[in-house]
């Protein structure tokens, strides 16, 4: 049983340009969840998907933000026009229909110059 | 709203002594509560979880934690301490009764176990 797996696992960009990330959930796992974490905080959530649908979205997702889920199998999480504030690691975690806990990604480092 | 606090920055215990990090949680209603450890350069693993039943749950490694519904606290502790335990803890929170599946993170505790 593979873990979540993200890549890239560090992006370096410069501000004004647009990246995405990917995520590939634990296979059967029909949640997936996306989160952001900056140094010295714990992760804060950005949005959640069931199978395809987008379920969830934080304040914190502005519109230079989006995810898709297109096949209910890995997601992808897309920020145009990247500003300096957008500098964090992202987190993605996934979970089973019945289960609670979440299983979480190594994470993709982004860093805006 | 869900919020935890973490009230210590860092706890620092000898091997071989007891370890207590402490969490407490506001929510609405009833929660559902997890730890999960980060080590450097590595994700969040899941550690345990209280769902429901004995308010005393053991997880993984050896820790266990107790919820108190009273003092709204979710302490993580193990018996003994190993320097391998040294790592960033963190304490997060999910209510129940609104249907919602954002975990929300306290801002977490670094345990620094010495030899």
């Known amino acids: 049983d593979t873990g979540v797996s993200q890549d890239p696992r560090h992006k370096i960009t410069k501000r004004g340009q647009n990246v995405t990330f990917r995520c590939d959930p634990i296979?059967?796992?029909?949640?997936l969840y996306w989160y952001r974490q900056t140094l010295g905080q714990g992760p804060e959530f950005l949005t959640y998907?069931?199978?395809?649908?987008?379920?969830?979205k934080s304040r914190l997702l502005s519109d230079r933000f989006s995810a898709e889920r297109p096949k209910g199998s890995f997601s992808t999480l897309e920020i145009q026009r990247t500003e300096q504030g957008d500098s964090a690691m992202y987190l993605c975690?996934?979970?089973?229909?019945?289960?609670?806990?979440?299983?979480f990604g190594p994470g993709t480092r982004l860093t805006v110059t | 709203a869900q919020s935890v606090a973490q009230p210590e920055d860092q706890v620092n215990v000898a091997e071989g002594n007891p370890l207590t990090v402490k969490c407490t949680y506001s929510v609405s209603g009833n929660p559902y509560l997890f730890w999960y450890v980060q080590y450097p350069n590595r994700g969040l693993q899941f550690l345990l979880k209280?769902?429901?039943?004995?308010?005393l749950v053991k997880g993984s490694y050896g820790f266990e934690a107790e919820f108190n519904k009273s003092q709204t606290s979710f302490h993580l502790k193990k018996p003994s301490a190993l320097v391998s335990d040294s790592a960033l803890y963190f304490c997060a929170v999910r209510e129940v009764d609104t249907g919602r599946r954002a975990l929300t993170f306290g801002s977490g505790t670094r345990l620094q176990v010495q030899p």
């Open positions: 998907f069931q199978n395809e649908a987008q379920l969830e």
């Open positions: 975690a996934s979970s089973l229909r019945q289960g609670q806990e979440q299983y």
């Open positions: 296979s059967e796992h029909n949640r």
């Open positions: 209280y769902i429901t039943g004995d308010n």
